[in-house]
């Protein structure tokens, strides 16, 4: 059985992970920043599936002393940790630099940038010395260099990351840790729809793009789950969202709203 941790799993596309890891049989532990969605979250897989195998434990990932205690606590419950999985990740309002709120910069920084890169650290010495493990961190918008008006700061952390785990992946050769990298494509949670938050209009019309181009989690969490189990090797990159993938998508989602168009009314 293999022992899952996946951080900022409350929810979203962490919260598809857990569900996907526990039905192929591993154990899980989930992360996240408010004690009552992490205890919701918990309960909910635990009666779908079996409490012994789910647990929880509430830790700010950009803060490498509570990832410490989080690697602590699994290890504790559970005797070793397999997979380490840096998922946690804030989005934004689309906005200018200079129009976004003080201590937004730092906070998305934090979460998506150095809770990456403290829950790597902590991993990474806690599998050195278990003797083997695998860290996958979550890359997204801005981590092939594309740019998207408004996602100044999502998108300057993802950049950093794809750096960050060049890095990585130099650094772990000759050792025991496989490093993984995981770019899902367009997901529809939650870190979509904020970017809208007080501008219903443009959620409207953009919202008609979504529906075409953007994922819900469950299949890729299934997709990705899979893959990660099965992998061998010491790199590897994981990427739902191909082109191809999302032009298949896009032709059948258009073509079925055709199809229903010319249906007659009942």
Sequence with gaps: MEIVVITGSSRGIGYALADAFLARGCAVVL???R???LDDAVRRLGRKFSPERVAGWECDVG???QLQTLWD???NRFGRI???INNAGVAHPRQRV???APDLPRSVLETNLLGAIFGSRVAARGMLAQGSGSIYNMEGMGSDGRRVAGLVYYGTSKCGLHYFNECLVEDARGTPLTIGILRPGMVM????TRQYIGRPREWERAKRVFDILADQPEPVAKWLVERILRNRRQVVSLRYGTSSRIAVRTFRRVLGRIVARGRPAQ
């Excluded at 949670?189 to 979509?192: A, E, L, P, V, W």
């Design 63 to 65: 803060q490498e002393h």
């Design 98 to 100: 200079w129009e976004h």
């Design 73 to 75: 606590l699994a290890t």
């Design 82 to 84: 397999d997979i380490w």
């Design 31 to 33: 992360n996240g920043r």
């Design 189 to 192: 949670t939650d870190m979509i």
């Design 35 to 37: 004690q009552a969605s």
